[in-house]
């Protein structure tokens, strides 16, 4: 007689270990690391519970979700009578007291799959339900629990998408008519003429050759790296500027602000580096060029300016942060005179400390010194602060002081409060700004040895915006308060800026509002804030006006915080709730922050294309949008698909029936026979029967449902390849390639794994293969 797992004899206890089998790791993942093993059905049949693990497990590792035992019954002797598998996101989350600081991760996902003993001692799939409520993510996957034990090449073959998928990075935008522009731009005769000697890079030894190497590999995994060494009359190094493809891919997405960090420079280190970063949809620093300069004179920085602008294809930032120099701030005047330009207030703070620490009353100077930049709401406040901080004080004669009076309009906050700067400037007391190679660069760093850990800095700064895309996608943030406000961003905004938002929700508690004056739609509000100071017992009470249009639900604050970082302020936020505004209104909900920036990025790309008239142009901008083709398609996880759905492509390119003005057409197809007992789920690639020894049954290869088909325009070009057999360029290529670009923005919204994007491998190769069929084939051809 069988019985539960409950009640058996101490002495035959099989079950602990049973248990522990099916949540230990199958070493055998990693030998099919991507395998098809088929899709769960109704009517498979098993040998034992552990063959139901390692399929069930294979099949949600390729498609990209975890799983957790749910129920399981086993019999004296360790016989399974029952197992029940689900989605490891299956489950409701807990709102206990103690629970309310984690973000959950379960969404009562109803995936999961059981199986039951019969007469025959085989257990027998009786439930099989595919479809998921959260999106799914093979390159997600490793950072499941599910997978935390996988072995490194095993990790970097899920990181990849699986076996085989080939890592692809946009290149920088290239338009025909403005490469004359941007030679001119790179290489013509600057303003400036000095009349010293610039300076030459100093070498350690070894560095040169390092630096050659470096480029040298660089340049031999994707042609798409950019590296210009700038050289004297003599031959001798004076800068070296370089961008690979991930920053020139970046820069395309995140080049609304940036920010040029010469700290190395100015602090004097042995490899004086300057770097150029942006801001990442979670908020975390991206790498968008290199530049090594052996001075700090205006003509080296016009140059370090021409040649990233150059290297980002003309396009301008639309603001940018840098140190205080009078180098930087005449090359900025010269070369990108219409970009805002806000000199780093955290920077200037800590070079207080060395200009003013001589003086017998430093402290008390710092001090007021503080109060002046921070705590100065309008600039009649600025103004009367900082004329008696410099008298009481005595200061008239100290030229720093005179140098940052004179600059003041790109400093102080309360003269750029009215701009975007996607927060990468200090605001508020003691704020931090860290490196991007913090922790790989000392004072003794040398080039050779900041080259052999450059791209390891790299693949952490990576992992680090794969892990935010990972918990921004699969889990979600208790919620602090009950305003409808917060669970409406909780659904758009990724995890890190979602808690700056809450962080905001919390402290309304700290704010008192009252209604100043009512003209007509235009309502005036104070709001007194509470402020705990650094020992956090005292407190202190500021006042900030707030003007609300309440048809429009325009909000202004004093403190410009939405203007400068993009989230609502608190003092906001407490006005829309004192006037009981349940929802943010739209114009306050950034897409700069929000999950799908980067899909949303791609499909908003004007759909009009350059046509140029002669066959080596056509080459290079079709080259340019192929790449872009390439890197739009690496969004998605579904490789596999993507190369069936290329053999189809093939035929239908050199087939003698397609002409200039026929119109690609992919059906779906779903067999009749895989429809019945069976919950078919968004993932589905190939239907296979499990015969119970190992094996799967041949079963007709499904069909791809429309809203994939689209991503076959892409990713085709891994398998198209092969086809790139002549170099007969094509004069009428225009209207596939606009049909293709058209619907390039389909698939994207399917999209959940930007992180492939983080590497590139031989993405040239891909792009020349695409525009080697459009050069390959017949005139006649629809290119």
């Known amino acids: 007689m069988m019985e539960t797992e409950k009640v058996f004899p101490p002495n035959n206890n099989h079950r602990p270990a049973r248990r522990r089998d099916l949540n230990a790791l199958d070493p055998s993942l990693e030998e099919s690391d991507g395998e098809d093993v088929g899709v769960p059905e109704v009517g498979m049949v098993f040998n034992d519970h552990l063959e139901v693990n390692r399929f069930y497990r294979r099949y949600a590792r390729r498609v990209g979700f975890g799983v957790s035992v749910r129920r399981s019954s086993f019999s004296q002797e360790g016989t399974c009578l029952y197992l029940e598998l689900m989605c490891c996101k299956g489950g409701r989350p807990r709102y206990e007291p103690k629970f309310r600081k984690r973000a959950s991760s379960t969404t009562n996902c109803p995936a999961k799959i059981r199986v039951k003993l019969w007469g025959d001692k085989l257990l027998h799939v009786e439930l099989a339900i595919l479809d998921h409520n959260h999106p799914v993510s093979p390159a997600m996957a490793r950072f499941l629990n599910s997978y935390k034990q996988l072995s490194g090449p095993a990790k970097r073959r899920l990181r990849m998408g699986g076996p085989g998928a080939m890592p692809v990075e946009e290149p920088s935008k290239m338009p025909v008519d403005k490469l004359s522009a941007l030679e001119e731009l790179l290489f013509g005769e600057t303003k400036h003429h000095s009349f010293v000697e610039r300076g030459r890079l100093k070498f350690q030894p070894g560095d040169s050759e390092a630096l ?142 060395e200009r003013l620490g001589g003086l017998s009353e430093y402290t008390a100077i710092n001090k007021a010194f503080q109060k002046v930049v921070y705590d100065s709401l309008t600039v009649d406040e600025f103004e009367g602060n900082w004329s008696t901080m410099i008298t009481y004080n005595g200061l008239q004669c100290n030229d720093w002081l005179r140098s940052l009076y004179e600059c003041r309009f790109s400093w102080v906050p ?146 410009g915080g939405f203007q400068f970082s993009g989230v609502l302020c608190r003092h906001s936020l407490s006005v829309l709730k004192f006037q009981q505004v349940r929802e943010i209104p739209p114009q306050y909900v950034l897409d700069r922050w929000k999950k799908d920036f980067r899909q949303m990025h791609v499909m908003g790309r004007p759909s009009s294309d350059v046509v140029p008239n002669n066959r080596v142009d056509r080459y290079d901008y079709l080259s340019m949008r192929c790449r872009q083709l390439v890197d739009s398609a690496v969004l998605s996880d579904k490789y596999r698909l993507a190369l069936r759905l290329v053999r189809e492509m093939e035929k239908f390119l050199f087939n003698s029936n397609t002409h200039d003005d026929t119109q690609p057409r992919i059906k779906s197809r779903v067999p009749k026979e895989n429809k019945q007992n069976t919950v078919v789920g968004q993932n589905l690639v190939n239907v296979g029967t499990y015969n119970g020894n190992g094996g799967l049954k041949a079963v007709p290869e499904v069909s791809i449902p429309p809203l994939v088909n689209i991503m076959k325009l892409s990713i085709l070009l891994e398998a198209l390849w092969d086809t790139t057999v002549g170099i007969i360029f094509l004069n009428h290529y225009s209207h596939l390639t606009d049909v293709i670009l058209h619907n390039a923005g389909f698939f994207i919204s399917s999209g959940m794994s930007p992180e492939c994007r983080l590497s590139w491998g031989i993405s040239k190769l891909w792009c020349i293969t695409l525009f080697g069929i459009f050069i390959s084939v017949n005139e006649d051809i629809d290119s």
């Open 414 to 559: 309360v003269f750029l409060k009215d701009k975007f700067w996607a927060g990468m400037s200090a605001t508020q007391r003691n704020e931090n700004i860290i490196p991007f190679f913090d922790g790989y660069v000392d004072l003794k760093t040398t080039l050779k040895q900041f080259l052999g850990k450059y791209e390891m800095a790299l693949q952490s700064k990576c992992e680090k915006e794969a892990q935010a895309d990972f918990e921004t996608f699969h889990k979600k943030r208790p919620p602090v308060s009950k305003f409808y406000m917060e669970e409406q961003l909780s659904k758009v905004y990724t995890h890190n800026i979602f808690k700056k938002f809450q962080d905001e929700i919390e402290a309304i508690m700290y704010c008192h509002v009252s209604l100043i004056d009512a003209n007509g739609l235009i309502s005036t509000f104070n709001v007194k804030e509470y402020i705990f100071l650094e020992d956090g017992r005292r407190t202190m009470s500021k006042i900030f006006a707030v003007t609300c249009n309440t048809d429009k639900k325009d909000l202004t604050c004093i403190c």
């Open 212 to 353: 050659r190497l470096f480029f040298t590999r660089m340049q031999a995994k994707n042609a798409n790296f950019f590296n210009v060494i700038d050289l004297d009359d003599e031959g001798c190094v004076r800068n070296v500027f370089w961008a690979d493809a991930q920053s020139r891919a970046m820069y395309d997405f995140y080049n609304d602000v940036i920010t040029l960090d010469t700290s190395y420079v100015v602090g004097k280190y042995d490899m004086p580096l300057a770097t150029f970063i942006g801001v990442n949809h979670h908020g975390q620093s991206v790498l968008l060029g290199c530049g090594l300069l052996s001075d700090e004179t205006a003509e080296t920085y016009s140059w370090l300016f021409k040649t990233w602008i150059a290297c980002m294809s003309g396009n301008l930032p639309k603001a940018i942060i840098t140190n205080h120099c009078r180098g930087i701030q005449g090359a900025i005047a010269e070369v990108i005179p219409g970009v805002h330009h806000r000199i780093c207030l955290f920077h200037i703070m800590r070079r207080a400390t």
